[in-house]
């Protein structure tokens, strides 16, 4: 979180948000971009620039996306649009922050690749009459599942538009069947070093954990993300279960979800506990505000390099600012 990185700069025709599905190994994609010939290792050293010679490219990380199996893809709800383009699969894919392997976000896609997330338990419990441990696959079943395109908005000024596949966060809670005395969710990442080796890593206190008040938990915009790009999850974007809530900063969409507690007291969450100057436990977007370290007046589109202006809200200014609104 400490660090932006400058040098992303790369730019991409509209063709490339097509589904990986449809142009892996097709013969002339890399020839359409100019790079046949050049190949792969240029094509991700060049856009990600870290330095380092980036030993896997475009094919390997194509690698790491999982076959569309059904209840994927599932339909779109269009409601749910952004005013830009989708971001490109493949640097979407291979780019994240997810501490737990690595804080290196153009390494997360390899390093999370022997995680094992079959079999995969959420437990859900607190205050709630309905206690419940389900197997992912079981949850999917009782969930009404659809595709909402959101914008992504990371804390370090990076963003993206991604389809997420799943299931309104609100449905689960009306599984659960909070009690009155339930006013905040709180959300528990696995734990688990020997396939995780960030979490080797003593001075951040794993599990990852994150929190929602019970009004931002039952909006209709807090989605629970099992798929993206009309496949589920690759695993270095939160396989199998992962948070979304756009109008927040990207901390807030905790990965790996293992445990979901509702509450009567406010949660503590991983970021506002490391440095809670910096990251707050409401996280909002907000232009006006700046990071103490950077501005958030503006922000990266990842695939394309562009400097767009941040919105209130990240855009959901609309659907949300009512819930903030005194009185
Ligand atoms: N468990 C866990 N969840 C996490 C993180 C993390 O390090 N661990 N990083 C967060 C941050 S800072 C962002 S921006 C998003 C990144 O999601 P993406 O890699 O799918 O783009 O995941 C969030 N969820
Ligand atoms: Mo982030």
């Known amino acids: 979180m400490a660090y932006i990185k400058k040098n992303?700069?790369?730019?991409?025709?509209?063709?490339?948000?097509?589904?990986?599905?449809?142009?892996?190994?097709?013969?002339?994609?890399?020839?359409?971009?100019g790079l046949a010939g050049i190949g792969s290792w240029f094509w991700l050293n060049g856009c990600f620039g870290n330095g380092e010679p980036a030993a896997q490219g475009l094919n390997s990380v194509s690698q790491t996306i999982p076959a569309a199996i059904p209840p994927?893809?599932?339909?779109?709800?269009?409601?749910?649009?952004?005013?830009?383009?989708?971001?490109s699969e493949l640097v979407a894919a291979a780019y994240n922050n997810y501490y737990e392997f690595t804080t290196d976000k153009d390494q997360v896609w390899k390093l999370a690749q022997g995680f094992e997330i079959t079999p995969w338990k959420i437990e859900i419990s607190g205050e709630v009459h309905k206690p419940l441990?389900?197997?992912?696959?079981?949850?999917?079943?009782?969930?009404?599942?659809?595709?909402?395109?959101?914008?992504?908005?990371?804390?370090?000024?990076?963003?993206?538009?991604?389809p997420w596949s799943g299931f309104a966060l609100r449905d689960l809670i009306k599984l659960a069947e909070p009690t009155s005395a339930a006013r905040y969710l709180r959300f528990v990442s696995f734990y688990r070093p020997g396939q995780a080796k960030g979490q080797k890593a003593a001075w951040y206190p794993?599990?990852?954990?994150?929190?929602?008040s019970m009004a931002e938990a039952s909006h209709d915009l807090a989605f629970m993300a099992t798929g993206v790009y009309g496949h589920p999850?690759?695993?270095?974007?939160g396989a199998p279960l992962r948070l979304a809530t756009p109008w927040k900063y990207g901390f807030k969409s905790i990965k790996g979800i293992v445990k979901i507690e509702f509450l009567r007291e406010r949660p503590k969450t991983f970021w506002n506990d490391?440095?809670?100057?910096?990251?707050?436990?409401?996280?909002?977007v907000n232009p006006a505000v700046p990071h103490p370290r950077w501005s958030q007046a503006t922000?990266?589109?990842?695939?394309?390099g562009e400097r767009i202006p941040t919105r209130m809200f990240n855009g959901y200014a609309d659907q949300v600012a009512e819930l903030y609104r005194k009185g």
């Open 206 to 212: 794993w599990p990852y954990y994150e929190g929602l």
């Open 274 to 284: 490391l440095a809670p100057a910096e990251y707050s436990f409401s996280a909002n």
């Open 233 to 237: 999850l690759p695993k270095q974007h």
């Open 299 to 304: 922000e990266r589109v990842i695939d394309t």
């Open 72 to 87: 994927y893809p599932l339909a779109r709800n269009p409601l749910y649009t952004a005013d830009r383009p989708l971001t």
């Open 133 to 162: 441990t389900i197997d992912i696959d079981d949850l999917l079943k009782k969930m009404p599942l659809e595709e909402r395109v959101y914008r992504h908005r990371c804390v370090e000024a990076w963003s993206m538009v991604v």
């Open 8 to 33: 992303n700069r790369l730019s991409l025709p509209e063709r490339f948000a097509t589904p990986v599905s449809v142009y892996v190994n097709r013969r002339g994609f890399l020839k359409s971009l």
